[in-house]
């Protein structure tokens, strides 16, 4: 490795122009298909076009899933295929490249849920080179920032554009914390990191606290790069806000992300070099597993299996020439587990500082953990470095009080959480969702991960639970982990009593009724009392936020209670459960839950991420099929093109039985009651 690190040292890089001339036109991303489309053929839009913008514009959209098959350059032949205006779809693929456009205008949120880089790096390859929106994604950001994509949420410099002005490159570092600035002016986090090496950038020695710190303030200074030529790490208090490199503890990514962060790694680095320490690197195969059973006739007719076979491949081959461990395929169909599954089961400590290539990362943060989401280009500069950039969020309190009443789940008190003002006007993003209060103390470290996990919802930086007794259980119950040693990973991992939050969500989980979130967006919550009469033709209990042992636990005991009442799944329903891991699969064996589930009709599902990402059984087939899941979003078009809602493992398996979205209400005939 040292003699990779002195050829880099030896690389000519250059910063970018002082000034930026934008080629192409404005494409305004309005909720009118028709305005889109007259784009598309030609028209300009005037500046006061007065049509509003799309808000919400997820990474789904930009790149549905079928998009990421692909990881290079034909990429740019399908930015916002997904993207829908007033029910449409408006933008076909080479629609971007053949219209000319170098600027693309939003309203709020652009660039929420999937940490996919395809998709700013598919806008850069069909010739965008700004973004401009009301307020952008952190993840979604930081990978426009990495691939050299320049960002703004100042409109007044539309006109600029338009006018063909030659701009200021500080016009687009305006609020730009001092690391952020410079992988802008160097073009890219890669080139960034090439100066870096070479002592041509200057970093900012750590800021310290001002009083009390958070618990993730905690890890970030036990983390902090303060010398990476010397290899000196952690500091003994660090702000909020600083901004630079820390040591990662786990790297881990998938098959979506591992072969387009390869193929970098071989273009920009070199064939045949090696990773930085590849023992804390882990691969899965986890997401497209049982593509072939979700795969349209259409999207197979067009040689899209052979597409997306070819990220298994270059997986497996960039595995074994650098020794990573690939947690792959099992002889059953399925994967061994779902990325955050698997990390949390086996891999994950309290107080590690953890990147994955998904923004459901946060899903380890049920252990006192930092996790969060990075995109490709940041993946494969962790080979490199062993480090990566960010900054040091702010932190939201997030207090749910009393005792949850019976029935409540995590995924309730979430769904509540994702419908207040505060996260549904974005005022969360980037910050860290900090839970906490006696509902969330006593949950278990599973029923933790469902709401660390949907901190990706939120659009947060990530989400955290302090390590407790629970915490030291799970250690040594699922690790065999002595219980002092767990303790001593656990020590001292609290937020301070004068810690400073900028933000508090109080939730009073005794008042909650069971939710959903109607179709759209995981911030649609409303109690299920208040949507009325919902049948429904597909049932999921499944994916990283609910494949866990406890949710199958909750699955097992609707439709144990309905067996025994002579119920089965509702005729016309398909209800379908699928395993996070083979852990799971395995616990589920030893608890006699796959006898009940047979016995009431559901099917079950080898571990793989599946119908989530729209890829396995359990997807829709038609834009008026209805689903309740509990998976963790549902955007449009996210798990097949029908209406979906979300709910908790107990609503699914109720709704299940009944035909229709209902709360699991173990007094009524039947198990459920309207």
């Given at each position: 490795?040292?003699?990779?690190?002195?050829?880099?040292?030896?690389?000519?890089?250059?910063?970018?122009?002082?000034?930026?001339?934008?080629?192409?036109?404005?494409?305004?991303?309005?909720?009118?298909?028709?305005?889109?489309?007259?784009?598309?053929?030609?028209?300009?839009?005037?500046?006061?076009?007065?049509?509003?913008?799309?808000?919400?514009?997820?990474?789904?959209?930009?790149?549905?899933?079928?998009?990421?098959?692909?990881?290079?350059?034909?990429?740019?032949?399908?930015?916002?295929?997904?993207?829908?205006?007033?029910?449409?779809?408006?933008?076909?693929?080479?629609?971007?490249?053949?219209?000319?456009?170098?600027?693309?205008?939003?309203?709020?949120?652009?660039?929420?849920?999937?940490?996919?880089?395809?998709?700013?790096?598919?806008?850069?390859c069909a010739g965008i080179q700004v973004v401009?929106?009301?307020?952008?994604e952190r993840i979604y950001q930081q990978n426009?920032?990495?691939?050299?994509?320049?960002?703004?949420?100042?409109?007044?410099?539309?006109?600029?554009?338009?006018?063909?002005?030659?701009?200021?490159?500080?016009?687009?570092?305006?609020?730009?914390?001092?690391?952020?600035?410079?992988?802008?002016?160097?073009?890219?986090?890669?080139?960034?990191?090439?100066?870096?090496?070479?002592?041509?950038?200057?970093?900012?020695?750590?800021?310290?606290?001002?009083?009390?710190?958070?618990?993730?303030?905690?890890?970030?200074?036990?983390?902090?790069?303060?010398?990476?030529?010397?290899?000196?790490?952690?500091?003994?208090?660090?702000?909020?806000?600083?901004?630079?490199?820390?040591?990662?503890?786990?790297?881990?990514?998938?098959?979506?992300?591992?072969?387009?962060?390869?193929?970098?790694?071989?273009?920009?680095?070199?064939?045949?070099?090696?990773?930085?320490?590849?023992?804390?690197?882990?691969?899965?195969?986890?997401?497209?597993?049982?593509?072939?059973?979700?795969?349209?006739?259409?999207?197979?007719?067009?040689?899209?299996?052979?597409?997306?076979?070819?990220?298994?491949?270059?997986?497996?081959?960039?595995?074994?020439?650098?020794?990573?461990?690939?947690?792959?395929?099992?002889?059953?169909?399925?994967?061994?587990?779902?990325?955050?599954?698997?990390?949390?089961?086996?891999?994950?400590?309290?107080?590690?500082?953890?990147?994955?290539?998904?923004?459901?990362?946060?899903?380890?943060?049920?252990?006192?953990?930092?996790?969060?989401?990075?995109?490709?280009?940041?993946?494969?500069?962790?080979?490199?470095?062993?480090?990566?950039?960010?900054?040091?969020?702010?932190?939201?309190?997030?207090?749910?009080?009393?005792?949850?009443?019976?029935?409540?789940?995590?995924?309730?008190?979430?769904?509540?959480?994702?419908?207040?003002?505060?996260?549904?006007?974005?005022?969360?993003?980037?910050?860290?969702?900090?839970?906490?209060?006696?509902?969330?103390?006593?949950?278990?470290?599973?029923?933790?991960?469902?709401?660390?996990?949907?901190?990706?919802?939120?659009?947060?930086?990530?989400?955290?639970?302090?390590?407790?007794?629970?915490?030291?259980?799970?250690?040594?119950?699922?690790?065999?982990?002595?219980?002092?040693?767990?303790?001593?990973?656990?020590?001292?991992?609290?937020?301070?009593?004068?810690?400073?939050?900028?933000?508090?969500?109080?939730?009073?989980?005794?008042?909650?009724?069971?939710?959903?979130?109607?179709?759209?967006?995981?911030?649609?919550?409303?109690?299920?009392?208040?949507?009325?009469?919902?049948?429904?033709?597909?049932?999921?209990?499944?994916?990283?936020?609910?494949?866990?042992?406890?949710?199958?636990?909750?699955?097992?005991?609707?439709?144990?209670?309905?067996?025994?009442?002579?119920?089965?799944?509702?005729?016309?329903?398909?209800?379908?459960?699928?395993?996070?891991?083979?852990?799971?699969?395995?616990?589920?064996?030893?608890?006699?839950?796959?006898?009940?589930?047979?016995?009431?009709?559901?099917?079950?599902?080898?571990?793989?991420?599946?119908?989530?990402?729209?890829?396995?059984?359990?997807?829709?087939?038609?834009?008026?099929?209805?689903?309740?899941?509990?998976?963790?979003?549902?955007?449009?078009?996210?798990?097949?093109?029908?209406?979906?809602?979300?709910?908790?493992?107990?609503?699914?398996?109720?709704?299940?039985?009944?035909?229709?979205?209902?709360?699991?209400?173990?007094?009524?005939?039947?198990?459920?009651?309207?």
């Open positions: 490795m040292a003699d990779l690190i002195s050829r880099l040292k030896q690389r000519s890089v250059e910063k970018r122009d002082a000034s930026v001339h934008v080629e192409g036109r404005i494409l305004f991303l309005v909720d009118d298909a028709d305005a889109v489309r007259r784009q598309l053929a030609g028209e300009d839009l005037p500046l006061d076009h007065a049509v509003p913008y799309r808000d919400d514009i997820s990474t789904d959209e930009i790149t549905p899933a079928w998009v990421c098959y692909y990881f290079d350059e034909t990429l740019g032949d399908f930015p916002y295929v997904g993207f829908r205006a007033g029910g449409e779809f408006p933008i076909e693929r080479n629609s971007i490249r053949a219209g000319g456009f170098g600027v693309a205008v939003s309203g709020k949120r652009r660039g929420k849920g999937s940490s996919r880089e395809a998709s700013p790096y598919a806008e850069k401009v929106a009301e307020n952008i426009c920032h990495n691939l050299g994509l320049l960002t703004s949420t100042d409109f007044g410099v539309l006109a600029r554009l338009r006018a063909g002005e030659t701009i200021p490159l500080e016009t687009f570092l305006e609020g730009k914390d001092p690391v952020t600035r410079q992988i802008i002016e160097w073009g890219g986090l890669f080139e960034f990191n090439l100066a870096r090496l070479q002592g041509k950038v200057e970093l900012d020695a750590p800021a310290p606290a001002d009083g009390g710190m958070t618990i993730t303030e905690k890890i970030f200074a036990r983390h902090r790069v303060v010398d990476l030529s010397r290899d000196q790490v952690g500091c003994s208090s660090i702000a909020t806000g600083d901004a630079g490199f820390f040591r990662t503890d786990l790297r881990f990514s998938h098959e979506y992300v591992t072969p387009m962060a390869s193929a970098f790694f071989e273009e920009k680095v070199g064939k045949g070099e090696p990773v930085n320490d590849p023992g804390s690197i882990v691969f899965f195969r986890d997401h497209l597993t049982f593509l072939a059973m979700a795969m349209t006739p259409e999207r197979k007719a067009q040689g899209l299996l052979e597409v997306a076979d070819q990220l298994r491949i270059k997986q497996e081959e960039f595995s074994r020439e650098q020794g990573v461990t690939l947690h792959g395929e099992t002889g059953h169909g399925g994967s061994e587990a779902i990325c955050h599954s698997k990390i949390l089961e086996s891999y994950a400590e309290p107080g590690q500082l953890i990147i994955g290539s998904d923004s459901h990362t946060p899903h380890s943060g049920a252990l006192g953990c930092v996790a969060f989401g990075v995109g490709t280009t940041a993946i494969f500069n962790s080979w490199i470095t062993r480090d990566v950039y960010s900054y040091v969020p702010e932190t939201v309190r997030v207090v749910c009080r009393g005792q949850a009443p019976a029935g409540i789940t995590a995924k309730d008190m979430m769904l509540a959480i994702l419908a207040t003002d505060y996260v549904r006007d974005g005022k969360a993003i980037g910050k860290m969702m900090e839970y906490c209060g006696e509902a969330v103390e006593a949950l278990s470290i599973d029923e933790r991960a469902t709401m660390t996990n949907m901190a990706a919802e939120v659009g947060a930086f990530s989400g955290i639970v302090a390590p407790d007794e629970r915490t030291v259980e799970f250690l040594a119950r699922e690790r065999g982990m002595a219980p002092e040693v767990a303790r001593e990973l656990c020590a001292g991992l609290r937020s301070d009593d004068d810690a400073r939050f900028v933000h508090t969500i109080e939730i009073d989980a005794a008042a909650l009724r069971p939710l959903v979130a109607t179709p759209g967006d995981p911030g649609n919550g409303v109690s299920i009392d208040e949507i009325g009469d919902v049948p429904i033709e597909i049932a999921y209990g499944g994916s990283c936020t609910a494949g866990k042992k406890e949710d199958m636990d909750m699955y097992a005991r609707v439709l144990a209670h309905a067996v025994a009442r002579g119920r089965k799944v509702a005729e016309g329903v398909e209800f379908w459960i699928q395993f996070g891991s083979m852990e799971v699969k395995e616990y589920c064996a030893s608890q006699g839950y796959l006898d009940i589930f047979e016995k009431a009709g559901a099917q079950i599902i080898e571990p793989s991420c599946g119908a989530c990402i729209n890829a396995g059984p359990g997807v829709s087939r038609r834009p008026d099929q209805v689903t309740v899941s509990a998976i963790n979003r549902n955007f449009p078009g996210r798990s097949g093109p029908g209406l979906m809602y979300l709910a908790s493992p107990l609503t699914v398996a109720a709704s299940a039985i009944e035909g229709r979205i209902v709360e699991w209400n173990p007094e009524s005939v039947g198990s459920t009651q309207a």
